[in-house]
């Protein structure tokens, strides 16, 4: 929906509010219009049922939304007398509607003097719980959300095992696009396996999916770009995954906000030409230089001397990730994932005849590599060169550039594009060149071999990007063994990861020390 068709629903939704409440508003003392003004009239109500004015912007603010409408419901039959569970029931179940009834077929009274605290301790923990699920979901909406590593693809810089926490601010929150969503989960409810939002989903002749239950695009303003080799959280633009371990099919639909979140590293800025030339990325024509904590990552071939060569002795002893496990044929290992100062070591064990990087060959078309077009024998090792869009910036278009930029025309900006011969019509229009509407970024992961990342869906737009992992606050390599040393340490910075487990172990003791010390102190002046 656009924001015209958002405004025009809003003042929809004013008018039934102000149907259903005006002669509660005059029964409360104040008057029958200010149940109509938007806005306005959920200050009015907030008097009315005694509640503080922030609770107004709470309100608007998507899926907390959603949380604070059934307690304002709530509050207005509270504040009319109806305290019953019944009561209670009915104004949640009927979406609000239960204030036509107290509008207009029963007599009620206002209380002035309504008590406001719960009388019994489940109303104390429901009200607590409530309004802890209101600041955990504003914090996690537009400020920190934790997030765990699920694969190597980064291997060496964060560990599968990892947990973060993902600053949204960074980069500038994007608020949510999805208006109906459980809160604090993603696409998926926990235990229920269920979908934990509501999408209205329909295909076009365009080729393109709207979804009438969608706000439009907004974020709000970051402190910092995103800088090169920056790791980022984003959703994965060609997501068809019902969650991230359960497929669907191809044309399986998830708006944006609810794509599986990947995290990769951002080689590749909006105005950049990149290539990948055997494995190694070049940007503008330079070799990119990673950070120092950062390890590139290869398949290698190694032949041993014995058939009782131990690779998985090979892995712990050389610091190898092999996720998928070592594939032995013809007394050959493939190693899935080794560092460049593992290969240095790894050449030296007496029982190993060969090591030879298992890489692709130049103009050999890879299955499934982006752009997936016969015109284009790219592979992971051999890649590009390609021009990475920047908002504002136009191209000349043809039909020999059309397979990498046909995806950002008509999926991420939403235009028609038709081919009629040798011209491309965009909007029903002859184009011969393109204007793009937004930043995009190329997202790689060090894992070379063993990352599914923008050589297989291409471009990252702005709109997709989540945030920036910025701390690791506990880290396990299995459920029985913790990583100490990674414990509480950041994600970005260089030289060795230094742990603040300690200090902040020692400040939280503190912390309860005071308090502890507080509360006896008042206990002996009372």
Not at 314 to 332: C, L, V
């Given at each position: 929906m656009t924001w015209t068709q958002w405004l025009i629903l809003v003042l929809i939704i004013q008018i039934i509010h102000g149907l259903a409440t005006w002669k509660l508003y005059i029964k409360a003392g104040r008057k029958a219009w200010e149940a109509f003004i938007p806005v306005y009239n959920a200050v009015v109500l907030m008097q009315i049922i005694r509640r503080p004015r922030w609770w107004v912007f709470l309100l608007f603010l998507p899926i907390i939304n959603l949380i604070m409408l059934p307690v304002v419901w709530v509050e207005i039959a509270r504040s009319f007398g109806k305290k019953t569970y019944l009561d209670t029931f009915l104004a949640v179940?009927?979406?609000?509607?239960?204030?036509?009834?107290?509008?207009?077929?029963?007599?009620?009274?206002?209380?002035?003097?309504r008590e406001?605290?719960?009388?019994?301790?489940?109303?104390?923990?429901?009200?607590?719980?409530?309004?802890?699920?209101?600041?955990?979901?504003i914090v996690h909406t537009y400020f920190i959300q934790p997030y765990v590593i699920p694969t190597s693809s980064l291997e060496k810089s964060l560990l599968v095992g990892d947990f973060l926490f993902v600053s949204k601010f960074h980069y500038g929150a994007r608020a949510p696009k999805t208006a109906i969503a459980a809160p604090m989960v993603h696409d998926t409810i926990p235990l229920l396996k269920v979908k934990s939002y509501v999408a209205e989903d329909r295909r076009e002749k365009s080729n393109t999916w709207k979804n009438k239950l969608q706000f439009p695009y907004f974020r709000l303003p970051g402190f910092q770009k995103i800088k090169r080799n920056d790791i980022v959280v984003f959703n994965q633009p060609a997501?068809?995954?019902?969650?991230?371990?359960?497929?669907?099919?191809?044309?399986?639909?998830?708006?944006?906000?609810?794509?599986?979140?990947?995290?990769k590293r951002c080689v590749g800025l909006p105005g950049d030409s990149l290539e990948v030339r055997d494995g190694y990325v070049y940007?503008?024509?330079?070799?990119?230089?990673?950070?120092?904590?950062?390890?590139?990552?290869f398949s290698y071939l190694v032949?041993?001397?014995?058939?009782?060569?131990?690779?998985?002795?090979?892995?712990?002893?050389?610091?190898?990730?092999?996720?998928?496990?070592?594939?032995?044929?013809?007394?050959?290992?493939?190693?899935?994932?080794?560092?460049?100062d593992a290969v240095a070591k790894f050449k030296n064990h007496p029982n190993v005849v060969s090591i030879a990087p298992d890489k692709a060959e130049k103009g050999i078309r890879g299955p499934g590599i982006f752009p997936d077009h016969p015109d284009y024998n790219w592979n992971n090792d051999w890649f590009g060169p390609l021009y990475i869009p920047e908002a504002g910036k136009t191209i000349k278009l043809n039909l020999d550039v059309l397979p990498l930029y046909k995806r950002i025309i008509t999926e991420y900006e939403g235009n028609e594009l038709r081919i009629e011969g040798s011209q491309i019509l965009?909007?029903?229009?002859?184009?011969?060149?393109?204007?793009?509407?937004?930043?995009?970024?190329?997202?790689?992961?060090?894992?070379?071999?063993?990352?599914?990342?923008?050589?297989?869906?291409?471009?990252?737009?702005?709109?997709?990007?989540?945030?920036?992992?910025?701390?690791?606050?506990?880290?396990?390599?299995?459920?029985?063994?913790?990583?100490?040393?990674?414990?509480?340490?950041?994600?970005?910075?260089?030289?060795?990861?230094?742990?603040?487990?300690?200090?902040?172990?020692?400040?939280?003791?503190?912390?309860?020390?005071?308090?502890?010390?507080?509360?006896?102190?008042?206990?002996?002046?009372?």
């Open positions: 179940v009927l979406l609000g509607f239960y204030s036509f009834y107290l509008n207009y077929f029963i007599e009620v009274e206002y209380e002035h003097e406001l605290n719960p009388k019994s301790s489940s109303g104390e923990w429901v009200s607590s719980i409530l309004f802890a699920v209101v600041a955990a979901t997501d068809t995954m019902y969650h991230m371990y359960k497929p669907a099919d191809r044309y399986y639909y998830k708006p944006i906000d609810k794509k599986t979140n990947l995290v940007i503008n024509g330079d070799q990119n230089v990673l950070p120092d904590r950062a390890q590139l990552q032949q041993p001397k014995s058939r009782q060569f131990n690779g998985r002795v090979m892995e712990e002893r050389y610091d190898i990730t092999d996720p998928f496990g070592i594939i032995n044929s013809q007394n050959t290992y493939k190693f899935m994932a080794i560092s460049d965009i909007n029903g229009e002859i184009s011969n060149s393109y204007t793009f509407q937004q930043d995009y970024y190329w997202m790689m992961g060090d894992n070379r071999h063993n990352s599914l990342d923008a050589r297989v869906w291409g471009f990252v737009p702005f709109d997709h990007v989540v945030g920036k992992p910025v701390f690791i606050w506990m880290s396990w390599n299995g459920i029985k063994n913790p990583r100490w040393s990674r414990f509480f340490t950041t994600v970005h910075g260089s030289g060795q990861r230094v742990s603040y487990l300690i200090p902040f172990l020692i400040f939280l003791a503190l912390g309860w020390g005071i308090n502890k010390f507080r509360k006896k102190k008042k206990a002996i002046q009372d």
